[in-house]
């Protein structure tokens, strides 16, 4: 079962559209698991979401830079979704011209429960002359971990105002950011 969604936005004074696919994950070895588990155990990786979104943006050259802030919530704990590769100080998941967001979370020995990303597209207002982020279009998909077995949570769109709800965790841990 996939699901898809589309979700519109406006930024720079260009229109654009975010689209959504989560697919469950049939098989772990084509999508490259084995790289970041070693010892994959495929079977235990089965059915976990992939998500992609890409964006179509009628903005080009540096009016089309954006980025990716994902705020995960899993029971009572809230954290932020970072590239592991990406300097820790950045709330970034991605970042560049025109960023394709991609996750593929597998978390098989976790206990079982809701495992939630809002997934927000922002910008830097003056692109490189600040420290501040804001949202422009956001959605919301996930898991549901029971006995280890997943089952994938609707995508849906958010509005961008449920920010708000994550700026106190987003604040603490970037210090040096604001989030507007």
Known sequence: MQREKSVPFEVRAHRGLISVRVVPNDDPWASGHQLVVPGLNAEA???FPIC???IRYHGHGINAIMGWIQVVTRGAEVSIDLAPNFDATDPF???GYLPTFF???ANPDHPDGMWRADTFLTV???VIHSRHVVPIAAFTWGYELRAGRPTLLDVAALPAADWAGH???LSAKHPTWTFG
């Open 93 to 95: 998941y991605a970042y």
């Open 45 to 47: 990786f089965r059915g």
């Open 52 to 54: 992609t979104a890409s």
């Open 103 to 105: 996750d593929a979370p």
């Open 167 to 169: 700026r106190d965790v």
């Open 124 to 126: 830097v207002p003056d």
